[in-house]
């Protein structure tokens, strides 16, 4: 059983749906990443969190440490949002990160 | 916002052959530079991680003879794949953390480097 596990690992949506991307760890981590990666392969850094919640834009990301969760929020999405989003935390003091599978998001017209 | 940099952003390569990937912090100095892995379809995963003036740490299955990383300086990390073969074709990603952060867990990803090895 992987560390990081995403839910769901593909989700199809139409333009203007509200999104939401799970991700659950089993280990006590320290901060929790929300990563975008597109169809060409960059990778854009979302969010980095530790506690609580964020907001950027129409996306949310929030975190509960005690149950060892997290979610990933897109209001109104729209086709430019379709990418892989991935989930990925740091454990301990350390700068390393162990990711997860991946969510693969296709919005459509 | 913190930028990095990847060069080149795609590479072929005949089998047998070195390759040299370039990672530059472009606007802040990185203490830590790390590179990732990531195949087709799967996520991505830590290959080693590199200080600036000291050798880098491999993770666990990574050759350090294969996978030669050099931290020279505060802005560029260089992975060369060394007698690269078909099956080292991968994506290869490099993200960067600043000396300065507040935070220990920020860090900020290059844009990827396509390598193919015929």
């Known amino acids: 059983k992987n560390e990081v596990e995403q839910s769901p690992q593909n989700l199809t949506a139409q333009e203007g749906e509200f999104i939401t991307i799970n991700c659950s760890y089993s280990v006590g981590i320290s901060a929790l990443h929300w990563l975008q990666q597109h169809p060409g392969g960059g990778i854009v850094s979302l969010f980095m969190?530790?506690?609580g919640k964020k907001k950027h834009g129409r996306l949310i990301a929030t975190i509960n440490i005690q149950e060892k969760h997290s979610s990933l929020h897109i209001t109104a999405s729209h086709p430019r949002d379709s990418a892989v989003y991935i989930c990925?935390?740091?454990?301990?003091?350390?700068?390393?990160?162990?990711f997860g599978t991946g969510t693969r998001l296709q919005v459509t017209l | 916002g913190a930028v990095v940099s990847q060069h080149p952003s795609w590479v072929i390569c005949k089998s047998g052959t070195s390759v040299k990937i370039e990672c530059r912090s472009l606007?802040?100095?990185?203490?830590?530079m790390f590179w990732y892995r990531q195949f087709p379809k799967q996520s991505l995963m830590l290959m080693a991680t590199?200080?600036?003036?000291?050798?880098?740490?491999?993770e666990q299955g990574v050759e350090k003879d294969k996978f030669l990383i050099n931290h020279a300086s505060l802005t560029l990390s260089t992975l060369t794949v060394t007698s690269a073969h078909p099956e080292d074709s991968s994506f290869y990603i490099c993200?960067?953390?600043?000396?300065?952060?507040?935070?220990?867990?920020?860090?900020?990803f290059g844009p990827g480097t396509r390598l193919t090895v015929t």
């Open positions: 990925a935390v740091n454990t301990g003091t350390a700068s390393k990160l162990t």
């Open positions: 606007d802040f100095q990185a203490t830590t």
């Open positions: 590199s200080n600036e003036g000291s050798k880098a740490t491999y």
């Open positions: 993200s960067a953390k600043s000396g300065t952060s507040r935070f220990f867990y920020e860090q900020y």
């Open positions: 969190l530790s506690s």
